[in-house]
């Protein structure tokens, strides 16, 4: 990475701005690593609330500062400058500060931000406020390992003269010689220490981190790569199917056409819901894929090219963010089982139930079933609802045998039932209760009873409206009775 970074093809993704798409303007980095202009972020917290980041939708809590309290992403201003510093040093830039010297060499001074020629290096060294300034040559600039020692210089908030040198363990805070003397001197409160010694404890921290961070990539794109396997198998198992149902409806001509084109419909609709949720299932993966690599990205990018400064601003935001996707609990398997067509009944049968020609047969949990009885009225027809899902608990089409239901009246004799299919593919269990009180509805997939089956059934009296009163003649106002079906 380092080596493309530093080559001729500089990679513009490390310094555009995901919103605008325009170089980082004061960069800022989300608890999740992502980067953006403070700018975009400010705008970004104005439309929404909580504030999501725009790359990956993770939830972000703004410190009490707003944007302006989150990190300063370091790295990418240390990439623009590099970026700035390589391109004045092409031939024909003129230095910035005589406006001249189109052709001559160039070097870059890292503390005024300045690109300089040759002659304005020389003065730029002798003179007493910037002799002791960084001053990176052009040469040093065009060499591969360039990037990894090109550092913008930290200063201390609070004394502007003074470089950021030590970092206080007790406040976890950067600091300067001055702070040492004044705010932050060694003792029982204060434990200033070299940011160096610190900063090595930290990557090797993170190299720890990026070494857990493999397996679980590695998991995560052989989970991608098996559900994409998995949705190569749709096709195919479609196409069975459906040759199966033409094959076996063929033979029932005329008669059996319209079940065919049910049957059809029905492989269709369960081809689509099950592409759409593997697709579902992709994008989730690839997602927590994405957020991974960006994370490895951005922690490789720390321990190489960071300096001591920027691995102290964000080791323990690193640290925090990978461990966090690493505990993360993931679903990574396909979670889908082929399905086919199946003959329920042969040809001499078929008299004995159009309805009964064919199904298709799916990855039905019985457990997720949902029986919704509705309410009944004594010598009505009468209707439950039985939607069959799978273990994810979307609706799964299933054949008509595969469903099998039982309804007894309270002296136990038993109510014919039927069952049919409607458009929304949920079952229909009609029946006419001949008596009043609590039946039980025993409903059963594959021979497994559903869920808090049997169902109580209180089927009511039949209700009578009555029209008028008794007259005081000989006649009287006929009651009106509601009609039974």
Not at 147 to 154: G, L, M, T
């Amino acid at each position: 990475m380092a080596t493309k970074m530093a080559s001729d093809d500089f990679d513009e993704q490390f310094l555009t701005c995901p919103v605008c798409m325009l170089h980082f303007r004061d960069p800022k980095i989300l608890p999740c690593l992502h980067t953006f202009c403070k700018e975009c972020l400010q705008d970004w917290a104005t439309k929404q609330q909580p504030l999501e980041c725009p790359t990956c939708r993770t939830q972000v809590s703004l410190p009490d500062q707003g944007v302006d309290g989150l990190r300063t992403n370091f790295y990418v201003n240390n990439l623009l400058d590099f970026a700035a510093a390589k391109k004045g040093a092409e031939p024909g830039v003129p230095c910035q500060v005589c406006e001249g010297n189109v052709e001559g060499s160039k070097s870059w001074c890292a503390d005024c931000a300045t690109l300089l020629c040759e002659s304005c290096t020389a003065v730029h060294r002798k003179l007493p406020c910037s002799k002791d300034h960084e001053v990176t040559p052009e040469e040093t600039l065009k060499a591969e390992e360039a990037i990894s020692n090109f550092h913008r210089k930290r200063h201390c908030d609070k004394h502007k003269k003074y470089e950021l040198e030590f970092y206080c363990e007790s406040c976890n805070a950067l600091v300067c010689t001055a702070c040492t003397v004044v705010d932050h001197r060694p003792g029982k409160d204060h434990n200033p220490v070299e940011i160096a010694t610190v900063a090595q404890k930290r990557k090797r921290t993170l190299q720890e981190l990026l070494q857990d961070i493999d397996p679980r990539l590695k998991e995560i794109q052989a989970s991608v790569k098996k559900v994409e396997r998995t949705m190569e198998n749709l096709p195919p198992s479609k196409e069975a199917a459906i040759n199966q149902a033409k094959a076996y409806f063929r033979k029932l001509a005329n008669l059996l056409q319209k079940r065919e084109n049910e049957i059809l419909r029905q492989i269709d609709e369960q081809c689509r819901a099950d592409s759409k949720a593997l697709q579902t299932k992709r994008e989730g993966i690839e997602f927590e894929l994405t957020g991974l690599t960006s994370t490895q990205t951005f922690c490789q990018q720390a321990v190489e090219h960071g300096s001591d400064v920027h691995i102290l601003e964000v080791g323990n935001q690193v640290k925090t963010r990978v461990e966090t996707l690493l505990a993360k609990h993931l679903d990574l398997e396909p979670n889908w089982s082929e399905f086919q067509f199946v003959e329920n009944t042969t040809l001499v049968d078929f008299e004995k139930g159009i309805e009964d020609m064919g199904g298709v047969k799916s990855n039905v949990d019985v457990s997720k079933c949902k029986v919704v009885v509705k309410p009944a009225v004594q010598g009505f027809v009468c209707f439950s609802e039985l939607t069959t899902t799978n273990k994810e608990g979307r609706p799964s089409v299933t054949n008509s045998k595969a469903v099998t239901t039982k309804l007894k009246d309270p002296f136990e004799n038993e109510v014919p039932t039927q069952l049919q299919m409607n458009r929304r593919g949920v079952w229909e269990i009609s029946y006419v209760p001949k008596v009043t009180g609590i039946h039980r509805l025993e409903v059963k997939v594959n021979s497994q009873q559903v869920a808090t089956s049997p169902f109580d059934v209180d089927v009511k009296e039949s209700p009578v409206l009555t029209i008028g009163h008794k007259g005081s003649g000989k006649h009287v106002t006929p009651k009106v009775w509601l009609k039974r079906c």
